[in-house]
């Protein structure tokens, strides 16, 4: 089974600041890699998307960015944090079958002040 | 367009049962599945039902699902002090299944 390993669990930035999260994936090859962000009490928005290496979609224009270096490799970049960007960001992955469920990592609680 | 909706809160006493509704509109849905979110953590994949199906069972676990209606419910038996959390409805679409929209949760509250 898929196991998602997200570090750090929680950080505090200040405005400005650079951003990289880094997620990683065992146990499947070739996921689809996703990032989704939680703001306080809200439900999940989705941020990238990724089927493979280097292929990102992006689904919401903002100062964030994401990199797929390696297969099971997924990472969350910013240049200069906002206010705004505080949030919980979960990452996900599901295999390539259609009933392949995503299965998420414990997230990451990132407060800019 | 793609929405999930979910009433925001519910509250249950535990040993009662709790009945957690979505309503989804998009009718290519392959599949609907239920995710369970404890503070500070990610999202638990509790059970999922294929879209041609109209009920599944899993321990307390018991998932309807009314087609015509693009309505889901997670039927929740003898609910206990742990399971108070947040539940997610959501659907994947897509060729292969690759897209998924989440309902915004549902926050249970189990009462002693």
């Known amino acids: 089974s898929q196991t998602i390993h997200q570090w750090p669990a929680t950080l505090v930035q200040p405005v400005g600041s650079p951003l990289s999260l880094e997620c990683t994936v065992e146990g499947t090859s070739n996921p689809n890699l996703y990032w989704y962000r939680q703001a306080a009490g809200r439900g999940l928005q989705l941020l990238f998307y990724s089927v493979g290496i280097g292929q990102i979609s992006s689904e919401v224009p903002q100062n964030l960015s994401a990199s797929r270096p390696q297969d099971r490799q997924f990472i969350l970049s910013s240049k200069k944090l906002l206010l705004s960007d505080s949030g919980f960001y979960l990452c996900?992955?599901?295999?390539?079958?259609?009933?392949?469920?995503?299965?998420f990592g414990n997230g990451t609680r990132l407060t800019v002040t | 367009g793609e929405d999930v909706e979910q009433s925001l809160f519910l509250s249950v006493r535990e040993g009662d049962s709790s009945v957690i509704n979505c309503t989804y509109t998009?009718?290519?849905?392959?599949?609907l599945y239920w995710y369970k979110q404890e503070p500070g953590a990610g999202l638990q994949l509790l059970t999922y039902i294929f879209s041609n199906m109209d009920m599944k069972q899993d321990q307390r676990l018991t998932v309807l699902l009314n087609k015509k209606d693009k309505h889901l419910s997670l039927r929740i038996a003898d609910t206990q002090t742990g399971d108070s959390a947040i539940y997610f409805c959501a659907e994947s679409m897509g060729n292969y299944g690759q897209n998924f929209v989440f309902g915004p949760g549902t926050r249970l509250s189990v009462l002693p």
């Open positions: 998009d009718s290519s849905s392959t599949y």
């Open positions: 996900a992955c599901r295999g390539l079958v259609s009933v392949s469920p995503l299965h």
